[in-house]
């Protein structure tokens, strides 16, 4: 312990001695805060190195004073910037899940895990279609080519030595429609195609319709099963090309053009697998599933551009020849022998490339994207309600008679 006696100047100047109180050894003596920038000043307000200081500046030339900086001299304290907007209002603005400031590495990031779950939804339904092929082709009997549908009922031989005349000159149409769609997905941009998947997609596809002219003339002059391979192998093309089509332009540009070469490969296979396996069960999905997704995409996914109908007049046209290749001899006899199913159904399986021309020649980029269905929504209750408008009104016929104001004499 230490006792003893200290004395307190005061702002006065007096000294005024007090007893000190006995302080531990180990006490740590204790300063009352000072305001800031008072310590170290005296009576003033002033510390004597800032006096000294201006002493030695008065004393120097004009020119060196004001060039001369002050060390002494203490930094201003600074207020904060006052708030604007809607600071000053007191609202705190509301911080978004998007980070603009954020780091390029943490952009790259979450774009890097964007990308790989769209990926992985992709390889997702890849695998799901690959599971249900598998499954059909386990759980489906094998389904063989029938002999009896070489045998048409038309089989004359009418002019030129041609054997099957109207089968065989009746797929001269799908030439001329190929190679005017081909030469117009290139000639000045005719069909104004947005992007190089769409090119080469309808490319194929009017190659493919192109090659079904001299495939299937090829068959009709010999029908049998070795010949039936060159007039589906183009038709596979061709249905190939349009799913890869209708991915671009529903669900995804550039998913659509990586499906468009599996897409093909896939349809040459089923064409391969049936020639030497006797099996058109792959032949037929390959066939029949686009027969039912792109109706029913075309209606229910919204158009990327106009003049979406033209799918389903395609689509209706495509039906209406199957149902003619089924009736080949009902109709020839019905026609009197004057033409028969089949040579029908190539005159109507050939418009279904006309309208898809057409459309691609009308079609413009679509500002709404709305599908058909949505469009047939809007109509029904514009009709249903311009029904009930007529029904509350109510019809006043009126009668108007002659009446004389003379009276009678």
């Not at 060390?71 to 708030?83: D, F, G, M, N, Q």
Request: hydrophobic share 40%; proline share 8%; glycine share 6%.
């Amino acid at each position: 312990m230490t006792t003893g006696t200290m004395d307190l100047v005061t702002s006065s100047g007096r000294i005024t001695p007090m007893c000190a109180t006995p302080t531990p050894l180990f006490a740590v003596p204790y300063a009352a805060p000072m305001p800031i920038g008072s310590r170290g000043r005296g009576r003033g307000g002033e510390s004597a190195k800032a006096k000294s200081w201006s002493r030695q500046r008065s004393e120097q030339p004009k020119q060196e004073r004001e060039t001369t900086p002050n060390p002494h001299a203490e930094s201003p304290i600074r207020a904060p910037p006052r708030p604007t907007g809607h600071r000053r209002a007191g609202i705190l603005p509301i911080r978004t899940s998007i980070n603009h400031r954020a780091p390029a590495k943490q952009r790259r990031r979450r774009r890097r895990d964007a990308m790989d779950g769209s990926r992985r939804k992709k390889w997702v339904a890849w695998a799901v279609a690959a599971a249900i092929f598998v499954v059909l082709m386990l759980v489906t009997p094998a389904i063989p080519q029938n002999q009896e549908y070489h045998d048409f009922a038309d089989q004359r031989t009418l002019f030129l030595g041609i054997p099957n005349t109207l089968n065989v000159i009746s797929n001269i149409p799908f030439f001329f429609v190929g190679v005017t769609g081909l030469i117009l997905c290139h000639y000045k941009d005719y069909f104004r195609l947005s992007s190089q998947g769409e090119l080469w997609s309808w490319s194929l596809f009017f190659a493919g319709v192109t090659a079904v002219a001299f495939g299937s003339s090829y068959y009709h002059l010999n029908p049998n099963d070795a010949t039936l391979v060159w007039d589906r192998l183009p038709m596979t093309i061709a249905f190939t090309s349009i799913m890869a089509i209708f991915i671009i332009e529903r669900v995804d540009d550039r998913a659509g053009a990586k499906s468009l070469a599996p897409l093909v490969i896939a349809g040459a296979l089923s064409i391969l697998y049936w020639s030497y396996f006797d099996d058109l069960r792959p032949y037929a999905i390959v066939q029949f599933v686009p027969c039912i997704a792109i109706p029913v995409m075309a209606i229910v996914i919204p158009p990327m551009y106009t003049h979406s109908s033209y799918w389903l007049w395609a689509a209706g046209f495509y039906v209406l020849a199957k149902v003619e290749e089924a009736a080949d001899k009902p109709i020839y006899k019905w026609t009197h022998q004057i033409v028969s199913g089949h040579t029908l159904k190539h005159l109507c399986a050939a418009m279904v490339p006309v309208f898809l021309a057409l459309m691609l020649a009308k079609r413009t980029i679509e500002p709404e994207r709305v599908s058909l269905l949505q469009k047939w929504k809007i109509k029904l209750i514009t009709v249903r309600e311009s029904r009930s408008e007529d029904g509350k009104t109510i019809g006043v016929d009126c009668n108007y008679a002659v009446v004389s104001t003379t009276p009678e004499q």
